[in-house]
């Protein structure tokens, strides 16, 4: 298994993978043309890395890093991991402490003084597993959708 910059051909099996589980089915639509919009807006962005687990040429995991530069804390740059997926048949082997690992690295070589991450509420298991890796719970997130 390898982690991997992801490329255009990678976009359907990482909207399968934000598709595999209770709130993905509910927001996501394969096919729709925005993910290939997205997808090149998020491959043009120095400051966006969206990476897939590849396990013999499948993809079975995927997350997205945000390297946000800022005035605050001395002119830090912060790393944001979303969309961390690992595919249901490959739970629980590891793979996502591999790609948080490997996010956490990805951030080190850039230079970011933290990584930081928001989860659903109800995603009790995934939070957990966060705090297993030594994330603790700092702030309390909003959101407007729009």
Not at 82 to 103: F, I
Not at 115 to 144: I, N, P, W
């Amino acid at each position: 298994m390898m982690i991997r910059t992801a490329t255009a051909e990678d976009v359907p099996a990482i909207v399968a993978l934000l598709m595999d589980d209770p709130l993905g089915a509910k927001r996501e639509n394969p096919g729709d043309p925005r993910y290939a919009t997205a997808f090149a807006a998020i491959a043009a962005d120095p400051n966006q890395v969206l990476a897939v687990a590849d396990a013999d040429g499948e993809v079975v995991g995927t997350l997205q890093v945000t390297f946000t530069p800022g005035l605050s804390r001395v002119g830090a740059t912060r790393a944001t991991v979303e969309g961390v997926r690992v595919r249901s048949d490959q739970r629980g082997n590891g793979l996502g402490q591999q790609l948080m690992e490997w996010a956490i690295k990805e951030a080190t070589t850039r230079g970011a003084a933290m990584v930081q991450l928001t989860s659903d509420v109800s995603r009790t298991d995934a939070h957990r597993f966060y705090e297993r890796l030594g994330f603790v719970t700092t702030h309390v997130g909003m959101k407007l959708n729009l």
